[in-house]
Nanobody
Framework: QVQLVESGGGLVPAGGSLRLSCAASGRTGNINNMGWFRQAPGKEREFVAAIRWFGSSADYSDSVKGRFTISGDNAKSTLYLQMDRLRPEDTAVYYC????????????????????WGQGTQVTVSS
């Protein structure tokens, strides 16, 4: 089992920045990919970014590309999401997720492919 705990959410004005963290514990050796997803009220959970846990591969949704940066510290088993130039439409609960398996755009962008999830952290961007 892998446990994921997010932190760093909060209220920020449009144009501001936040950095989310996700601490992983347990059988972290099972992790090959980690990702961030978000879910706004009344909407489905959507892909934000993913990173190959060992290696430099990363990818982003079009809506956050150029504004958000995903990174990981393997030694600390911690995943980060640096969010800059935030917009009101970025308001959502942000979830950290982890999975094994291969690095593939069909898999790392689908929430169904992730086995482990954190409890979520609220991000609210005011206009």
């Amino acid at each position: 089992q892998v446990q994921l705990v997010e932190s760093g959410g909060g209220l920020v004005p449009a144009g501001g920045s936040l950095r989310l963290s996700c601490a992983a514990s347990g059988r972290t050796g099972n992790i090959n990919n980690m990702g961030w997803f978000r879910q706004a009220p009344g909407k489905e959970r959507e892909f934000v970014a993913a990173i190959r846990w060992f290696g430099s591969s990363a990818d982003y949704s079009d809506s956050v590309k150029g504004r958000f940066t995903i990174s990981g510290d393997n030694a600390k088993s911690t995943l980060y999401l640096q969010m800059d130039r935030l917009r009101p439409e970025d308001t959502a609960v942000y979830y950290c997720a982890a999975r094994g398996g291969t690095w593939s755009s069909d898999r790392y962008s689908s929430p169904d492919e992730y086995l482990y999830w954190g409890q979520g952290t609220q991000v609210t961007v005011s206009s």
